[in-house]
């Protein structure tokens, strides 16, 4: 049996935000995660009309995968977060050093206990199916920050004025991975956390460096 409510029903009901009037990006980058079958959906047949409800159990997921969307705006991303242990260990990584420090993100209300509380949830074994994580946002980014940006998105648009772990996170977040390496290289950092995820770019693109020289002599085999 169906849980009777509609993914903007349970946006609506756990986040207070009514889609349709508020965020109608909220409900598409709901349905993205519908689509990729990170959130289970069920149809059911009514007056010859289909209608789409929230199976069993996926409000916590709609929950903690609409959260991790406000920093990671690609649905696979958030999938894999959810299923490989080594990508939520890194998006733990990456948000202890987004978070750290700060008690507001471009003006949105940001609870530094409830965002590091997040962060150690999603470092450890948090069932992310099971178990709402911490929120510490006042507003969810992605209908404060506006039509298709999302708070890492909106940050850019700071670029200039970021601290340099800032804009080494920034890069890699773009899938700039070289640019974020480069930047890994120079930067010097007391912080546990940005050193982390500094030495964590530096090995990841030493990696990917590694293999593409692999790729290379198997093509002149």
Known sequence: MASRRTVPDAIRHLFGI?????SPLLKTKANSLVRNRLIK????LIVDRSST?????????LFNALLLNAVFSDPKQIKSIFEKPAERQ????????LFSQRNSLLGIGLSNPDAMAMVEALAGHHDLYTERLPNPFARLPQVATGD??????ALLAQAAVLAPGDSMLLA???GDLARAADLAETLESNEPAVE???????DKHSEARDFDSLLDQFKKM
């Open 53 to 61: 409800y929230l199976a069993p159990g996926q409000e916590v997921v």
């Open 90 to 97: 890194h998006a733990a990584d990456t948000l202890r050093a």
């Open 196 to 202: 982390a995820l500094r030495r964590h770019l530096i």
């Open 18 to 22: 009514d889609v349709a009037r508020d």
């Open 172 to 174: 890699y977040l773009q």
């Open 41 to 44: 959906v069920e149809k059911e």
């Open 148 to 153: 298709n940006l999302n708070l890492l998105q």
